[in-house]
């Protein structure tokens, strides 16, 4: 009877930590993993366009994440959407002159914002505004680009 008893114990735990393990799977899949208080500071972009972008998503320096897109809101003046991104602290060294750009990564499209620093002496700090910006690529407009000017080249070939 004891051994039975200590047998449902056992599973019962192997179970708990199975789920346990599921959970933080998960959890680091959809970049919700960061338990851990990193001190940051914040930094905006403006794009005409920020395409699939979502709060939580990347920000990379030459392939390495720095740190995580805040929020994306619409600035009501000029219609475009305003990113504010937490950046590490330890990576405070990022020039004035840096650019945003938004890329999809992957088959999936995950879209992320990728920093590129420039050469400037002056280093962006809490609150600083990011001026030099590359929107999100929207496939369909390049498609639609595309079949235009095909259609274009056609039409004054024909003539």
């Not at 200590?6 to 919700?32: C, E, H, K, P, Y």
């Not at 619409?74 to 990576?91: G, H, P, S, T």
């Amino acid at each position: 009877m004891q051994n039975s008893a200590t047998q449902d114990t056992l599973v019962g735990i192997f179970i708990a930590t199975g789920i346990g393990a599921l959970f933080f799977l998960a959890m680091q899949v959809s970049n919700l993993g960061g338990f851990n208080a990193v001190e940051t500071y914040t930094v905006t972009a403006t794009f005409e366009n920020s395409g699939g972008l979502k709060v939580k998503s990347p920000v990379l320096i030459g392939g390495v994440r720095v740190g995580r897109v805040e929020s994306i809101e619409l600035d009501q003046k000029m219609f475009q959407a305003v990113v504010r991104m937490q950046i590490e602290a330890q990576y405070n060294q990022l020039p004035e002159d840096t650019t945003a750009s938004i890329f999809t990564a992957g088959l999936l499209g995950e879209q992320y914002v990728s920093l590129e620093p420039g050469g400037m002496d002056e280093v962006l700090k809490d609150q600083s505004q990011i001026e030099i910006t590359q929107s999100a690529i929207v496939l369909e407009e390049v498609m639609g680009q595309f079949l235009f000017k095909d259609r274009g080249s056609s039409d004054s070939a024909a003539e």
